[in-house]
């Protein structure tokens, strides 16, 4: 009984982490500080599906969770680090809605996906009923952020801790299968957005997305 | 064991690695049109063998119709591909190594979508749908001008939100099935799922499918989730617009109508219908008032196919025997239709140097051919008799004034809207005195016009056999 508490326990903080870190992500208005969040997000992510794979004993988790380890928390945020250098677009601040507005509007998200999701999971088991809850949180909370920032690489970043959310409801989903296809699948969609972002914001930048844009730039990195 | 099936997958994804080796673009189109032939006629087989289920794959009475679909809509449009894209290369605007990738992806597409008909689990349906977008993506960006990445991204970026919704719904079926059907892969099968739905907690379906209608409806193109769907007809190349509107859309319509029939099925949920209804409606008026304001001639059309997807959506979520037998027949109709009309625009703005309508003018005295194909798409797609779409609208419309008259009255004025925009439009594109520059066409007639026979007479005349068959999908649709 003691193990099944603590398992609970743990499972509980680990996602709720993430929804805090989904709301400190809606006020950064640098993009290497947003980063850094979305890196810290991977991260509780990658613990939170570990901890799941432990207390479900399901070892093709432990997959999923290193995939979002090394893809989402250090591969990822390299490249994009990378990207928002070349661009020189490291100092641009950009929110289209207030840090108030956003922060108001996300904890109504919140208090929605927990009213919906609580409600409606009454008879499931408790640990799933507020992983989902947890998880349809983060993922109203990526939504917010795409809407509210108008930057390519904020969008992405948005994007990506949407999906966080759903690899959340997915391993919170006990005995879930497919869940190791489903995330490699997301992740070879965030790596094409990746490359599109770097060819779109070439093209803002030169006017242009021509080969010979694309060989200069080649040229300047190496 | 290979079996017409494992055929369906096999074939497609075969010739997409083929295709991504081979040089030389001539003989990639003549191959991509083999593979597609190919793939049709071994879909076509499975109507005499059927193969056996498992518990991935799956063949059924419903499947079968959107899969013969695709492959042929796959094979035509891959012969008139081959005429666009080798006009393409002589103009410059395709290099060879983007035509090679171009006739890669073009097969990988086939593969995600018949993989997403025949898939018998929702998360591998859902991965097909998935693999199927991003190649979309990659050829609406083909071209890599400024106006082709920017429509690129946008497809991505509410493509991928859409998806993204679709597996939280997808998740949270589930959720409901596991209680009753265990955990592990069989509470995601349909042909369990679709045995035991009824046990299901109804308040996690209710959820889940709205979650499943705004994530596959993005993909549909209902209003309003449908901003991403002129931009990706308009700026890809031409055989992706006829591929999108014909066959894309038609995927994503499987898919919700599967869970459709889920929710049908227990009684505790709320009806989908009303919310498929509304948004039907929403889509056709809506798309049906944008007619009027088109610059673009493949923007128009594109529109002209949100109208026809709501008036589908509208069909099926009015249910019952005869609206799902008309909404069948219209997607088919509309699929073969659109493509067609698409077939003519690809040749016409390749004619012409143009896509903007205000520059094209008097096809059927400077191109009569082409012309004339238009004029006669265009006719079938405003739904005039004695074409196929006029008689599964008048189905649509008939069976919903027996049911629900204001509906129906509503769903007539947006079709009685989009059929003055549409010609008004066609009035300048295709008669009067020529206009614009006019090259010489080097086009394939054959798929518009076979396209557009089957609609002439499937208008007039629909085999016995045809009829059973869809009256037999309409009842299973329920």
Known sequence: ?222 | MIDALAGVLLIPAAAAALLALLPGYRMTARLNVVATLLTLLTAASLFVVEPTSGSYLLVDDLNKVFIVLTTFVGFTTSVFSASYIGHEMESGRLTPTFARFYHAMYQTLMFAMNLALVANNIGLMWVAIELATLTTVLMVGIYRTHEALEAAWKYFILGSVGIALALFGTILVYMAARPVIGEGVAAMVWTVLITKAARFDPALLNVAFVFLLLGYGTKVGLAPLHAWLPDAHAEGPTPISAVLSGLLLNVALYALLRFKMLLALNPGAIAPGPLMVTMGLISCVFAAFMLYRRRDIKRMFAYSSIEHMGIIVFAFGMGGALANFAGLLHMTMHSLTKSAIFFAVGHIAQVKGTQKIADIGGLTVSNPVLGWGLVLGVVAIAGLPPLGIFTSEFLVISSTFAREPWLAVILVFGILVALGGLFLRLGTIAFGAPRGPTAKADASYVPMFAHLAIVFTAGIYMPPALVAGFQNVAKLLG
């Open chain 1, 1 to 222: 009984m003691l193990r099944g508490n603590l398992s609970f326990d743990v499972a509980h903080l680990l996602a709720g982490s993430l929804v805090l870190v989904s709301f400190m992500q809606l006020y950064q208005d640098r993009l290497y500080a947003l980063l850094n969040i979305f890196a810290l997000h991977a991260l509780v992510l990658a613990a939170s599906v570990a901890w799941q794979a432990f207390i479900q004993d399901a070892p093709h988790l432990y997959l999923t969770a290193t995939i979002a380890l090394v893809f989402k928390a250090i591969v990822i945020p390299a490249a994009l680090h990378r990207i928002i250098v070349r661009l020189g677009i490291h100092r641009e601040i950009e929110t289209v809605v207030g840090v108030g507005p956003a922060m108001l509007l996300g904890m109504g998200l919140v208090a929605l996906s927990m009213v919906v999701m609580l409600r409606v999971t009454a008879d499931a088991d408790p640990l799933a009923r507020e992983d989902l809850a947890f998880a349809l949180s983060v993922v109203l909370l990526g939504l917010l952020m795409m809407v509210t920032r108008r930057n390519a690489v904020s969008q992405v970043i948005g994007f990506m801790s949407l999906e966080n959310g759903l690899v959340l409801a997915a391993t919170g989903a006990k005995g879930m299968p497919l869940v190791v296809e489903i995330s490699v699948a997301f992740s070879v969609l965030i790596a094409f957005i990746v490359i599109g972002i770097f060819l779109f914001r070439i093209r803002e930048r030169f006017d242009t997305v021509d080969v010979q844009a694309l060989d200069r730039f080649r040229g300047e990195r190496q």
